[in-house]
Structures are given as C-alpha cells and as structure tokens.
DNA sequence: TTGTATGCGTTATCAC
DNA sequence: GTGATAACGCATACAA
C-alpha cells in the first residue's frame, strides 16, 4: 500500500479539514503545514524582503499546496484598503462610456484593483443612491459625467478621494478633454467650407462639459463672424437628437453642432426620414466619435477624443497620490462624410 | 450662550472622536448614543422584527444621526457574503456587452448586490486571472462567453455559484438564447428571397455558441435543400469580418450569415470598399442586433436577442436558490436592409 | 427583548 | 527573523 501515502500527506489532511469547514485555506492552515506562526505567514506573503528566504520559501509552497487566496475583506477590515474603484456612469449604453470603461478597468487592473460599477440611468437620485451603496466598498471613486449639486460631490470627497471626469468643481481633481483645441479645429472646418451660420444642439441642462462646449463655440463663432444659436436643452440621446429637427429647420442654420455624437446621429436620422440631404442642405457634426459614428451614412464629422485614455488616467491619478492637475486631454477634428459646403443662399 | 449646546452634544462628541481617528462611526458608536448594546444595534439596523419598536427606534435615530454606513468588508467577514456578482466579460468594447452589463447590474442593484467587472480580452490567460481575483470577493460569478475549459469552470463552480451566457458546459447554469426560432425564421427569410447557396462566417474555435449556431444553420438549410458552407474560424470582431471576404468571394454564395453583427459590418465595409453592392450582389446578415446595426448602410438584418434580459436573467437566477433552467431567451429575426432577392444565376 | 462573549481572517504591535 | 497577541467592525450563539 506504498500509493496510499496520500493518507499521511498532512497537506492533504489540512484539505480535508478545509473542506469539512467549507470554506477556503487560511494563513493559520498554512502557518500550520509549514510549521510557522500566522503572522510569519502574512508577512512571508505579504512583505518580500522581510522574512529569511528559507522560511518565505516554505510558506509560499505550503500556500501553493493548499491553494491559498488572502480573503480581501479580512484584509480590508484590517487595512482599511479594500482594493477596489467604483466608477458611476450616467448611461452604460451610451457607446460613449465603452472606452471610458475600458481604459479605468484595465488601469485598475494593472494596479492589482478591481472595477465596481454603478449606473445612474441619467437620474440624480438614482446617482446619489448608488454612490451611497458604493462608498463604503471602495477605496476611491470615479464619476463620469455626474448630474450631482458640486455640494455633494465635495461632500463625498470629505470621504474617499473623487475623481471626475467631464465635469469641474472646485478643489475636486477631474479628467477634461481640451475642447478648445477640437472646437477651434471643427469651427475652422466649417467657416472653410462657407457656413456663415451654426446652431449648437444643447445637452442637458446639468452637463457641464455641455455648458463648457457651448461657451468655447459662442467664442469661436463670434471670433470668426459666423452667426451662432444654442437650441436646448436635450437629451443626450438618439431620440434627443431625432426630437430637436423642428427647431434647427427654423433656426434655418447651415449646419449644427451637437452635442454629442448620439444626439448628432439621432438628427441625421430624423432629418434622412423627412427627406433633407445631408450635408448638401445640412451639415452635421458630433462630439466624442463613438462606435456607430462612422458607421453611419454619411459618416459623421465628429471631434473625437481618446476615451480609453480617459478612463486609464481617471484611475491612474485616483491611485496617485502625488498627482497633479495634467494637460487636457487631445481633442482632434474627424472629418468625414456629415459635413460639406454650405449650401448656396 | 445657549447656541453653544453643540458641544454638550452627545452626538457631536462622538462625531468629533470618530473623525479624530479618521474613520466611520461603527455599531459602538451608534450604542454608545443610543445607549444600548453593540449587538442590539447590529440587530434593530439587520433584523426587523427582533427588537422592540422603542429601542429600534432610538438605534435608527442615533444611526442617522451620526451617518452610520455599516462596514460591507466586516460584515462579509462575519457572514461570508459579499454582496457583490462577479461578471467576466470577453471585450468590453464589444456593443453586445451593453445590454448584458445594463441588465445585470440592475438586477443586481434591486438585490442589494454590487456588481464588479472584469475583461479577459479574448484571452484566455487574462480570463483565468481575472477570475482567481475576483473570485474571493464575490458570492457569485457570471461568465459572459468564456473561453475557459470545461474542467476550468467546473472548478470554479466548486467554489462559487456560476452560471455561464452563451455556453453550455455539463453541470453548469446558463442563460442561453433560443438559437434555433431565430435560425429558422432567418433561414425561411432567405429562402424566401430565393438564396440558394449560402455561407455561415464562424466565430473564434473556442466559442461555443458559434459552434451551435452553425449545428442549427446546417440542419435547417440541409432540410430546405440549401447548399451551405462553413468558413472559418474568425475573429469576432469588424476586422475579422473584414479580412474573410475573400473567402466569402471565393465561396460563391448569395448569401453570407455572419456569426455576429460586428462580423456582419466588417464584411459590408470591406464589401463597399471593393464595390460589390448590399443585398444586390450579396445578402448579408448578423447576429446580436447591437447598437449600430440599424445605422449601418445598408441596415444590418439580423437576428435579435434582448440583451438586457439575458443580462438580468443571468444574476436573478444567479441569485435564486431554487432556480431551474428556465426555456431560452427569445430570439427573432429582423428584417432590414442588408437582406434582398438572390440575384440571378 | 436585550446583554455577553466569541469568532470571522488578516495585519500590526509588541516582544523575544 | 520570528512568535504571541491585539485589533479591525460586525454578526451570532448563548445567557439572562
């Protein structure tokens, strides 16, 4: 019966009592195996340099044997760091928030964090519930395009470090895209093709970066004599879009900026089903340059940012602690088929 | 000074210690307040029933006051849940996630649970990884086309509740679409419009619901007499689509039905690029019906699940502790522009 | 109904 | 370098 040595494998043993328990391998099982203390054990696995090689190595193979995990809330009820990054979206399906998301989870991976998610559904109680549920959990939050009073963001701020992104609100850090750069480029393309007249298509009411666009492009348009309105608020939507053509026919402009490229996409749908060309009537250009944008027919003019890098400097400078204020992110003018001459008076 | 009663405050006592020490005021706080026991605290705030109005009472009041929040990290190590669902997705950016993430992350924010995402990438090393960190810290995990092996997630299954989307493996829950109502209305489509000899573009090997797709395709074409080819695998990606046109040219069908829409898209572009006309030339159809399906030019056909819902049902059933395999998610086909008459031989 | 005592698994603070 | 022990915040079996 030599095989049977399995018997007298005190690993397996250790295992069996595991299983019996049903739960997982602890440091006392391990510490146990390898014939150290506990708190030899955390160490050896915790702190690299502070343990004699000879017993780290033991440790580490009796954990391996035993296939041994810290349980992260033992941990973090001890540490007070949980690990972990919520990220409060307004929207999931909005295309927008794809690389946004992208780009924080695998920032947070790489730092040994795990993304939690939360959706507000564009509503503010909803936003304000679901930081409330995140908060305890984690250790720094990311809010994208939140509708939050700045009050309550400060307030959470008190809390765990904040970071937002699209929004500024003082003394909080936040990730901006350089929406000048963009809006000189996109205004220059449209005054070159003859547009002496342009309507901003508003967000809602609560987004800042709308308010911000909107206040770069009145600048731009007045600096280059081109007529300007805004025509808002709107939902940041398809539907948004498709709903505010009335009032662009008359507004009788040449060409219109929305938004966002959602709502840019929803008018050049509207505008298709009652029969207006686009761009030869209309010209039409978006912001962010999501999935869909060149999908569309035309394809859409759009100043485009990178989303994913967005999302990784959101979390990387939640994580730093020494992190300043950088550069806005690039902006860049993507010209494709939504935008052309203007059509002749 | 009778405005200076803040400082005989009790409250504000507390608060000002808790604060001291950087923290959140614990069930020893909201106790001392309320002059009771820790414990009766813990019980008034978790089990409704089991304490007498008068003291529930002075505890949720005494717990308001201080913004009491219980410690989710202390509490899943006492109870060993987590109140939080793992979801592992393949590639974010992918628009069939949407849905997916929508519906599971409302469902799960109804039941109290956070829901924490990871990404493998299409990878299979990532998934691995990404799965060994989650798993410690969640009480349940949903597995969004995975790639691992069978015996892979038969392990992790030991350990957590699993339940898998577009995949079946022995043993194992999963949600799962009812792959064959939609082939067959697909199917019946095409030979309506007199497509004779047609194409299945695969997905990656390791996809199950490829394989299965194309079982059901082949099955019900050989019954109405169709001649169909399977060519792949392929990358589930525009790119992949892109890149098998070739291929498709080669195979001389009317007809190609894509393993997904953005496979679907990836082919009409690459199609459009090379001037051969959609459906004039060649009938093109997708699975999914993600966001940009219906912006494309044509408009993709395809075959629609609700995303949401299966995204839903995934963590409801995960959830539920007597739950049985419940009938597939309906599929059904939509019809749009992508789709025309066989051309003539 | 409420208080007492203990344990969850880990890290931190002491000793040695 | 390693061991013993306390502490993190909460829940629960047991007493009262």
């Known amino acids: ?96 928030v794809f690389g946004i998301v992208r780009g924080a989870e695998h920032a947070a991976a790489e730092a040994g964090y795990t993304l939690v998610i939360a959706e507000s559904q564009e509503s503010g109680e909803n936003e304000a519930e679901a930081i409330e549920r995140l908060l305890p959990s984690v250790d720094a939050l990311v809010l994208a395009t939140t509708r ?52 901003f298509l508003a967000g809602p009411d609560s987004s800042w970066i709308s308010a911000r666009r909107w206040s770069t492009i009145l600048a731009a348009a007045v600096a280059r004599d081109m007529a300007i309105v805004e025509i808002g608020p709107n939902a940041p939507t398809i539907a948004g879009g498709r709903a505010a053509l009335p009032r662009v026919r008359a507004a009788q402009v040449s060409a219109v900026i929305a938004y966002n490229d959602l709502m840019a996409i929803g008018l050049m749908q509207e505008a298709a089903s009652v029969g207006i060309p686009i761009p030869d009537r209309l010209s039409v250009t978006g912001f962010d340059d999501i999935f869909g944008s060149e999908l569309i027919s035309p394809p859409l003019t759009t100043v485009g940012a990178d989303l994913a890098a967005a999302g990784r400097q959101a979390v990387e400078r939640l994580l730093d602690p020494e992190d300043a204020q950088p550069a806005p992110l690039p902006t860049q003018l993507i010209v494709r088929g939504s935008t052309g001459p203007a059509p002749r008076a």
Not at 177 to 185: K, L, M, R
């Open 1 to 96: 019966m030599t095989v049977q040595m399995s018997e007298d494998d005190p690993a397996e043993a250790i295992l069996a009592r595991v299983h019996a328990r049903g739960g997982a391998p602890t440091i006392y099982d391990i510490a146990e195996l390898a014939g150290v203390n506990p708190s030899t054990v955390s160490r050896a696995l915790g702190k690299p340099g502070r343990i004699s090689a000879a017993t780290a190595a033991k440790v580490r193979a009796a954990a391996e044997r035993l296939d041994f995990r810290v349980n992260p809330m033992a941990r973090a009820l001890q540490t007070g760091k949980t690990k972990m990054i919520g990220l409060v979206l307004a929207d999931i399906t909005n295309p927008v």
């Open 148 to 199: 939050l009073a700045a009050s309550a963001i400060t307030g959470i701020a008190e809390h765990k470090p904040v970071i937002l992104m699209n929004r500024a609100v003082d003394g909080i850090r936040s990730v901006l895209p350089d929406v000048e750069a963009g809006i000189i480029e996109l205004l220059d393309h449209l005054a070159g093709l003859g547009h002496r007249s342009v309507a």
